[in-house]
């Protein structure tokens, strides 16, 4: 390789690490998120979200940055992995490019991949962008070097590449796709004299990169099964396919198509539609590049949710088309690379109009200081900064919503003693349940202390029950508790949770833990007492809590699933 291509990506490299203090509010929920997984690693071992023994994704990078975090701090480690990665899409878009464009071809394609906005701003970004980018562009190189040669080692390194982009996140599988349409239409089936042929050796080896590829996946998939686990695919699928996703408002069939000018920007989708034109017209191996954005198209844009995100990672396949097309313009060599900075310019005008301008990481921010000192039992209820004060603070936070009739039975839920929310909510506005404590500029948010006294007024002629979960007779945190088919939520980290429930009689009590055996406890209200029930009705006994005692299951499990911080 040439030195230039390594002078490229360490220069772009460390232009990303010098904006990485900032961060964008719109993802700053994701980011943390990740780092809270991470930290979940650190304590118990395994990835965890909310409690369950599952991965939101799967569990490559987080493991990546566990592993640099054993040297540095989690979001230093994290730091390095995306600069790594960013380094990385820069070298293997160049050597993916090198096959078809030569050396020139290469370097301007590494060249405006590495200004533009979707390598620089998410590789400052802790989420799965600029790791994803490297992961399919190394993935490509790996499959065409497998392809040219045609060796059983190769399509095996390609297959294991492959695996490792599945281990990251489930997105891995479009590039399965990309891949199977490609060697379906250029080998595998073949038509000669009108009849449909099948090509033998190219499937054998097709089927070799696709179980390799699966068989790296493999403990993932076993892993989440045995834990009865649900995984990203399984609690997205339905929102998306059915449009009920709560978190945006189902796109039209044609998003992606008109979407292509935030994808790629103007400069280079002009190139890349006159580069598309005539790859086709001169029958150009380029064209085959075209797969790389068609497929994944047409694969996420049957979902009803659909988001510029999810096919980010095709954008430096468009560029060497784009680039192709600058070529193919017949233009001189110093009028080529004219043409290429001012593409590029572009893309950095996008990159820097973004990291220059949007905050300052949180790290040092006083508000923290003032969490932690806070004396209090409970949970601490926040907002907007929810996982940013899990990461940064000692308590455990759960989340609001803003919404007083859900927020009010989450404060007696957790126990909770305080409230970091938005200043303009209406209903903490002259509410006696809600006493100021302390404005924190840096979050725009405002620090409330919870009278339970005014609290438990809202709840009049209803009894209050208690309830303390244990595990050989110890805390036990993080169960999904319902009552009489109602979810109300977690238990947090010291095993007990409190709610209101009105008028008298029998209700039932579903208490579900991964890696422990549900329980079903009957209760009653007579009188405004509280009674625990061997069964509905039956042998009950006034108590002053009711008392869950929960046992382990067989499954591989990990000690200490407690939700002090997730």
Known sequence: MRREPLLLALLFTTAYMFTFSHFLNGFIHDEFRLLNVVKGIQEYGVPMFLDYNFYLHPPLLMYEIYIVSLFMPIDTAAIIIELVCAFGTIIFIYMVARRFLGEDGAIATAIITGFHSNLWTWSNRFLFEAPLLMMFTLCTYLFFKAYDYNRTSLWTASGLSIG?????????????????????????????????????????????????SLIVFVPYLVYITINNAPSSSDVLFSAMVTGAATFAAPEP?????????NLLNYGVLSFFLIGTI????????????????????????????????????????????????MVELGLSRKSTFVLTLLIASFGAYQSLSVVLYDGEWPSSYDAWNTINALESNGVLLAHDYWWAAAFFTDGYVSYITGNPDHDYSTILFYNSHYLLADSDWVYLSDNPIFERVEFLPELNSTLYSINWAELSKLFPGQTEVKVRLTYNDEPLGGAIVTIDDQQFGRVPRDGRFTTFLSGSGIFSLDIKKVCYVGRTIHGGIQDGALYQCESPGVACTQ????????ERTNCVHHPGFTLDRY
């Open 164 to 212: 490792a982009l599945l281990s990251l996140k489930f997105s891995g599988l479009v590039l399965l796709a990309i891949i199977g349409t490609f060697l379906l239409l250029r080998d595998i089936l073949q038509f000669n004299k009108g009849k449909l042929r099948v090509h033998l050796g190219k499937l054998r080896k097709a089927v070799i990169l696709a179980m390799v």
């Open 253 to 261: 069939w044609h998003y992606y198509i008109t979407d292509l000018p």
């Open 543 to 550: 108590v002053s809590e009711l008392s869950v005692g929960m």
């Open 278 to 325: 005539l790859s086709l017209k001169n029958r150009s191996e380029v064209s085959a590049l075209l797969l790389w954005l068609v497929v994944p198209i047409i694969i996420f844009s049957f979902p009803s949710f659909k988001n510029t995100r999810y096919v980010n990672p095709i954008f430096p396949f468009c560029v060497i088309v784009a680039v192709y097309g």
